[in-house]
């Protein structure tokens, strides 16, 4: 199993920037994607950027150009610089390690961090 904690969430005025960070610990060696997911009140969870293992890097359109994710993979750590923050940003930001696990298809979650955008 792999266990996710996030950290950096907050409160952010329009066009501010925050950078969210993730922390993996557990079966690491099987992560192959790590990214983030957000979920607005009503609303479904959707992928806001991933980033697989060889380092391809999956978007939603409307984060394409403020959003960039990276990962450390030595510190099995994973991030999301969000710039030119919007109100329509404001969710909890979940952190996702997806991968296989003794040949299952493995996929974990952190508690999520909150960001409110907002003036």
């Known amino acids: 199993q792999v266990y996710l904690e996030e950290s950096g969430g907050g409160s952010v005025q329009p066009g501010g920037s925050l950078r969210l960070s993730c922390s993996a610990t557990g079966s690491t060696y099987a992560i192959d994607t790590m990214g983030w997911y957000r979920q607005s009140p009503g609303k479904e969870r959707e992928l806001v950027g991933s980033m697989f293992k060889d380092g391809y890097l999956n978007y939603e359109p409307s984060v394409r150009g403020r959003f960039t994710v990276s990962r450390d993979y030595a510190k099995n750590m994973v991030f999301l610089e969000m710039t030119t923050l919007k109100p329509q940003d404001t969710a909890v930001y979940y952190c996702?390690?997806?991968?296989?696990?003794?040949?299952?298809?493995?996929?974990?979650w952190g508690k999520g961090t909150l960001v409110t955008v907002s003036s």
């Open positions: 996702n390690a997806k991968g296989t696990l003794f040949g299952v298809d493995m996929n974990s």
